[in-house]
């Protein structure tokens, strides 16, 4: 893609530029570079920070990295099509000298040029919730996203009567996550549900206002479509508020994530059930794994953070609401 392209270069002319710089700052600012003393110095950037799964993950990272003695910073830029950004927050971690970067990519290609640059610094980096097409991050701590989607389509049959039109609202197709959670949905219906025709994929950036819209688009097309799936928070928000706005009743809406609009959502019935994720589970992880390879251990290839299906019946059992992002 011409974007990625760009993108690549861009990273690429910006990782060459931070060879040429120093050391990042002493400061024992929270934001400041590494090269403190003792305590190590964590970059975390993830693909977002409005949306309450990533302040969950924060959450996360922030309690372990209280426990482990490490210094964190976590940034996000503000929406998740914002892969420019996030370039440049990657570019601006790297310039404080951390002793680790965590990463979750917007765009699973264009941040290459930068981390090759960390690897030729030797900071290790761990990718999280989205992962990297690349070999230089040391482990991916993450739901298996795939796995996961295949739970969200098996729900969807069930709960459809295992026949009608499906369709999909999906983040994106450029992050790890957004291809997985849309392909784990897809191929599960083919291989088990042949009386089920899924339409094709709709995609509006997890923005809850255009993911409404496209609903809304997709209904009036398609009158008799008998569920809708949304890929992440801001898609199942949208796409319920698109039902909402376009006053259709009867369409079952199955999700992905657990903020407290998708807990009322369910808790309404509203929407049938979703996926949850563990998300201060990931940050945990991601600073544990960060620690390790700062200390020189050896990681897993994965971390598999795990997942959980969640709707009106379980919704407030001790192990869901444990992995509800609140």
């Known amino acids: 893609m011409i974007r990625n392209a760009r993108l690549m270069a861009t990273a690429t002319a910006l990782a060459l530029g ?43 990272a922030e309690q372990e990295a209280q426990k482990q003695g490490a210094r964190i910073t976590f940034e996000g830029p503000p929406t ?8 440049t927050m990657l570019t601006n971690a790297m310039a404080k000298q951390p ?8 765009d699973s ?21 989205s992962g990297v097409e690349s070999d230089i991050p040391l482990t991916t701590a993450a739901t298996d996203s795939k796995k996961a989607a295949g739970e969200a389509a098996k729900k969807m049959a069930e709960l459809i009567g295992n026949k009608g039109k499906v369709a999909v609202v999906a983040h994106d197709q450029t992050s790890q996550t957004g291809k997985d959670r849309r392909d784990g949905f897809l191929e599960w219906m083919k291989a088990n549900a042949p ?15 255009k993911s409404a819209d496209i609903t809304k688009s997709i209904l009036g097309a398609n009158p008799d479509v008998k569920g809708v799936y949304g890929t992440n928070e801001g898609s199942a928000i949208g796409v319920v508020k698109g039902l909402e706005e376009s006053g259709k009743s009867g369409v079952t809406v199955v999700g ?3 903020g407290q609009a998708q ?35 050896s990681l897993p290839k994965t971390i598999d953070t795990g997942y959980f299906w969640y709707d009106k019946s379980n919704i407030n059992d001790p192990e869901i609401q444990a992995v509800l992002y609140k």
């Open 18 to 60: 931070l060879a040429a710089c120093g050391s990042g700052g002493g400061s024992n600012d929270s934001a400041a570079g590494g090269g403190d003393g003792d305590q190590p110095y964590i970059a975390i950037v993830s693909k977002g920070f409005q949306h309450q799964f990533w302040q969950a993950v924060k959450k996360g």
């Open 263 to 297: 807990i009322d959502a369910i808790t309404s019935g509203v929407e049938a059930g979703a996926i949850t994720q563990n998300p201060i589970g990931i940050g945990e992880e991601v600073v544990k794994a960060a620690m390790k390879a700062i200390k020189g251990e």
């Open 99 to 106: 002793d680790a970067i965590g990463f979750a990519a917007l």
């Open 80 to 87: 998740e099509k914002d892969i420019e950004q996030q370039i």
């Open 256 to 258: 992905f994530d657990s």
């Open 109 to 129: 290609k264009a941040a290459e040029g930068l981390l090759q640059q960390a690897k030729s610094q030797n900071i290790p980096v761990i990718a999280f919730d």
């Open 195 to 209: 009386e089920i025709e899924v339409l094709p994929v709709q995609y509006g950036d997890g923005d809850q206002a």
